[in-house]
């Protein structure tokens, strides 16, 4: 065999042992195996002396160039073998993402945003008031005489001066009213106070939305449609209403309105006492002396008002039990909204 | 309310089962519930005769008794109690019953003796408090039977009135609406009483000082009468209510309230001096004890019951404990008035006291019929239930009648108000139901006399309500749709604020929501500033005052978090804080606030990046954030004068107004927490920045040409202002020169030397016509520099 094609049969065995590798392992050994001090490359080139003189520079440039191209494919090898492993090495899916803080909104404000959303869509605007009041716009304008009992419904919290911590979102219709002329159309959500022990089932401060409309020829039944939407929107289509009658002084007739438990589907649980109802808004037409504490004539206008409890509404909606989980702010709590 | 259902059926025919009529009330505005009020004992309890009883072989004070229960079952019985004797018919607890949640009666052995069961006790079967020997039964109880059977229950409607109906606070007012209700009739006794006793007018005199507190004053007086236990009828039917039976003078004086709704009030005639009554309002400082022995001071607003000498009773709302019926009185004057409603419920007020008496006449009484009806009443009944007799008249002092009112509906208006036409027929029969009178039925209109135990009633609307909750409430039709008149007048305050919201859950806070009662102190130590504004009856200290700022509520609630070991807490609160303002109508003055506070590190613990603990400049640039969104431009920062200890504060102004305040609280500050990072918190005025906000967003051309970014850095002395030298670039930046960040700021003593300190700004210059070139840039960028060197001292780095 001449050394020329002793060459080649190197080259090829090299290039059949290249493409069996798998590791960087392997490219080591292959290398020291071939491009070693005792390597085979090497030892052909000491064969060099043996090789007759005319042909030495002819074998010198092909031993020159299979040892350039063994060291390149190994070098391309080795690369290759580098660049996968560093790349395993840069991304390990398995390890976690960072930890973002979980933002979350307050259920009481979101059930206030998805319930004004609501109105928003029955074509209600939204009006403010304070939260410190007077005598006058949450009793007075509001039907409620002096030294009368109806002022026991609600214990009231006094401020220094004259003020009154208002007990219901009601002042806003009378506030609004006399600022505006009619139709009128609002909702008004807000905090108001109760002075009532604190317990499992009442808090000293809540948030109530109210309602008022006003125009020629509204009547019940346009109360009833308007409140019947929103239940529907708000507990889902399936519920019931049930309107009782009842008192307030600024609505005449009035009513209390039940909803069927959405919980139980009417059929009686522990959250509705077994009745399959749920009280959960009051509601009634202006009454007369409402619109006459405001100016409007009661004659030419006919108008409708609700309030209803936001943290009662949430809490059926969210199964929570106790109200001053909703005051206490643990975010353990907060980030599950 | 309590209303008895048997006592009910005496006036009036009931075909509802009880659920059923409870529901039609609640319907109508009487929200009732039904109780089946009574005793009962646990299950398994039955009658049993004693066949024979032996002494226990084993213990001196148990007999082994032979019990019959029934069905041919003799049990033996091992029993305790001393007075166990053969024939006796007994209680008998079988095997199986339980007596109490841990006391199950099983099959025991009693010192050698198997017992089957337990002769009871009263207290043993929870019917009272005897332990002395077991119950004896009459002899007429059937041997087998369950004890539960013989024992009496009555059905009562617990109704939660509101308060305009004072006249359903009686059996006559809850009759009359299941009348109208239920379309049946009723009807109320005659009283016939026997006169047999001396002229009235020979015995006592009345006087009324005041007509307007008490526009009328009846009484009658009867003699020789006995004072004792109630009969049994009466005492059932005072218990079934929920009443304490007393004596036979007192029950059937509330038995007649019970039944009417009048308050009535029965005087030991002999004790009142003069023999006379007198009606007067009380002098300041006037003195009185009530019957439950409660010495009171009076004030000029208290109308009082008076005999020729002294106060007997505080009118209306309680007796006096002088004159009070007790087991040696022998004459008794009844009272039988009608107060004015305002001041009952002041004088009630004032004494901290309310009664079933002035809860009734606060609300309203009936000054007419009802008023003569129970004077009668409770005579006719104190003469059958304690003798005596009755004197000849009555005394009435009704110097001016109070009239029914005449009010008319026209049928029109029922439509008007609710959608829904009702046939006049149904409507008139309803008004005659309740007790109204019919003056006028036209074809139009229905005009009524309104009784005057129907204080509500005085206008059109208040007929329409009376038709429609018990003609309709679940009749009126829900409307599908709806007439709307919508306001051009779109709110922008609930969308801005919701959007802050969503601004701050989007970083990863968590919205609170505090109460708004805190300490003084709390509210004191607000950083606005402000004078509290302090509750006049507050629940308790803690919560005596309105809040001043919402950074006092964050920090409470911060506590409760750590005591908790929550980590990385970041919170939000948006609400009302308020301020004592005397000038304002309310007393008042309302800031709408947004209050943030952070402790902990930017990112939480992880694997990768090392995290920095939050500081001033986190707020800095939320601030810039919100005020970039909402176009506020102007906004400074002033480090904040006066601030407390442990803590560095910076102001935030728009146009010189101090809109708010960034404040770092160091660990020290929270000595019990025991924090890790120090807590940062911030405070802005909502009420400016929606004044302030760019209502209306303009688009701007943005600019199609690339930018060129330079780097300067520069060292300064330590005194400088990052501000002003950012200030300086921009003023000589050009036109072109649209952003300006600092990238880098370091302090080095040893390379850049003592008090020195290395900022490093890159800039970015574009222009909106065409592509900018090097050269230009590069004038820019030395003029910048030379303005830094000769106003700031700046060498480059």
Redesign the interface.
Known sequence: MSIFDEIGSVAENFHNKLDKIIDQEQIVDLKNKYLGRKGIVSNLFSQIGKVAAENRKKVGKSLNSLKNELTKKINEKDQQFSVSEEKSKKTDYSLPGYSFNKGSQHPITQSIDEMLDIFNHLGFDIAYGPEVETDWYNFGSLNFPKNHPARDMQDTFYTEGSGILRTHTSPVQTRFMTKNKPPVRIVAPGRVYRNEAISPRSYCVFNQIEGLYVDKDVTFSDLRGTLDMFCKMYFGSDVKLKFRTSYFPFTEPSAEVDVSCFLCDGKGCRVCKNTGWLEILGCGMIDPNVFKSVGYDPEKYNGFAFGLGVERMAMLKLGINDIRILYENDIEFLKQF | MKVSLSWLQQYIKIEDKPEILAKKL????L?ATVNIVGKSVPDKVVIGQVLSVEKHPNADKLSVCKVNVGDNEELTIVCGASNVAADQKVPVALVGSKLASDFKIKKTKLRGIESHGMICAEDELGLGNMHEGIMVLDNDYEIGKNYNDYLEKEIVFDIDL????PDCMSHFGVVREIAAITDSKYKFNKININESGKKIEDLTKINIENNEACPRYTARVIQNIEVKESPKWLKKRIESVGLRSINNIVDASNYVMIETGHPLHTFDFDKLSGHEINVRFAKSGEQFETIDHVKRKLSSEMLLICDSEKPIALAGIMGGSFSEVDENTKNVLVESAYFN??VI??GSKLQQLSTDSS?RF??GTDSNDTLIYSQNRLTGLINEVAGGQIAKGMIDIYPKKIDEKIVKLRFSKIK?????QIEKQEIKRIFIALGFEITEFSDDNISVKVPTFRPDIE?E??L??EV??INS??K????????????E???K??PFL?SI??L??????????????VSEKMAKSGIWNYKP???????SKE?DT?RTDIIQSLLA?LK??VL?K?E????FE???T?E?E?RS????K?HLNLGVLVTGTV??L????KSKPVNVYYFKGIVNLICEKYGIDNVKYKETKNCENNSESVSIYIQKKEIGRIIKYEISKFDKLQLDYPVIVMEINLDTMFKKRNKIQKYREISLYPSIMRDISVVIDKTKMAKDLLDEIKTNGGGNLIDVIIYDRFIDHEKLGKDKISLSFRLEFRSKERTLKDNEIDKIMEKIFNKLLTNYGAQLR
């Open positions: 609640t319907l109508a505005g929200e509101t308060p305009n109906r409603p305002a419920r002041k809860k606060e609300r008007n108000i609710t959608g829904l206008r609307i208040d329409v309500e429609i909750r409430m679940d009126i039709p829900t409307l599908r749709k709806i007439n709307i008149s919508v306001s007048n779109v709110d305050l609930h919701k919201r969503n701050f859950v989007g970083m990863g806070f968590n919205e609170t929501l505090s109460n708004s009662l504004l302090k509750i006049q009856n507050p629940l919560m309105l609630n409760i978090n908790r929550r990385d807490i970041r919170l948006i609400g009302k308020i004592k005397s109508e309310t007393g008042a309302e990112w939480g992880n694997w990768n990046e």
